[in-house]
């Protein structure tokens, strides 16, 4: 019996990591804190992976239990396959399973803030990150275009007064697209003729990669963001970033994307509080840079939301917008 009392010990030791992990996941969703770490499209999969840890915890649980008769039928057989006896190497990969659970129990659960944007790196332009319009017109036009008499052109101006162009033909104008941006331009149509753009959560990535793609369009246009305060130590005493984590999947592949702002009463508030602002968009360098700057008009301190973070829109972004 003392020969296979090791084997059982690792059921056990297995038993109490798989449980444990269950009812973290159980604990979080208690709580109502899950969205901390996981994206709302993967709650789910989170959620049955807990079920599947419990049952795999009462299995190895049942093998602990009755591990005399399962090394017994192990060794008749010539088929057991006991561990390595090796204890430092167990207690390095237990506790790689261990380390991480006991800290999540141990440490109060905390919504990612300037600390972790300042690590990862906070994106005040979207540009670098979606596929910029080709231009106004497509090539092939273009080339048909210029192969046109001057003259022609010229009558075809005379022919129809400014005062009738169609409203359409000029937001197109204003909006150029190509295949990868088609979806961008049609919101930036729609946020174009409203009096005050609101950032809205649901799609704030989209939102927020239409006005910096199309961002001359929108110069002096009035833009309501809520977020968090982030500060770099090169801004001015004025300045700050309205920000937001963005999430795919889970805390690692969150990113902090933001709107730089100038205020006279920045000071007032401190990094990670959380305001909702709103001011006039402006174009100014920062970091040999040309970014988005708001203007702001009225910053009011606000609490933060149940879900702080962000995620990709998967709908109709044109759709929403008409809700």
Request: charged share 25%; hydrophobic share 40%.
């Amino acid at each position: 019996m003392e020969e296979h009392r090791p084997l059982t010990v690792h059921h056990l030791i297995r038993a109490v990591i798989l449980a444990g992990f269950a009812f973290y996941v159980v604990h979080l969703v208690k709580i109502d804190k899950l969205q901390y770490y996981i994206a709302p499209r993967m709650m789910p999969y989170i959620k049955y992976s807990a079920v599947a840890m419990f049952l795999l915890a009462t299995y190895y649980l049942y093998l602990a239990l009755q591990g005399s008769d399962h090394k017994h039928h192990g060794a008749a057989c010539d088929c057991g396959h006991e561990p390595a006896r090796s204890l430092p190497k167990h207690i390095f990969i237990y506790g790689l399973f261990l380390l991480p659970l006991l800290l999540g129990f141990a440490f109060p659960d905390k919504i990612m803030g300037s600390d972790a944007a300042s690590v990862k790196g906070m994106k005040l332009t979207v540009k670098n990150v979606v596929q910029q319009p080709s231009g106004p017109l497509p090539t092939q036009v273009e080339e048909a275009v210029t192969d046109v008499p001057q003259s022609v052109l010229e009558e075809s101006k005379t022919e129809l007064p400014a005062s009738e162009a169609s409203p359409s033909s000029e937001l197109d104008a204003l909006f150029p697209y190509d295949e990868f941006s088609r979806e961008y331009a049609d919101l930036g149509k729609i946020l174009y003729g409203q009096d005050v753009i609101t950032m809205r959560e649901e799609a704030f990535l989209e939102y927020i990669s239409t006005i910096d793609l199309y961002r001359d369009n929108f110069v002096g246009k009035t833009i309501e963001i809520s977020g968090f305060v982030y500060r770099e130590d090169d801004m001015a005493p004025n300045q700050f970033a309205v920000s937001r984590m963005a999430m795919s999947c889970c805390t690692a592949d969150a990113e902090p994307y933001g709107l730089m702002a100038e205020w006279s009463q920045a000071a007032d508030f401190n990094k990670d509080t959380w305001i909702t602002l709103r001011g006039k968009l402006e174009i100014k360098k920062y970091r040999d840079a040309d970014i988005i700057v708001l203007n702001a008009d009225k910053v009011t301190k606000i609490e933060a939301p149940k879900d702080p973070y962000v995620y990709p829109y998967f709908g109709n972004i044109t759709e929403l917008e008409k809700q």
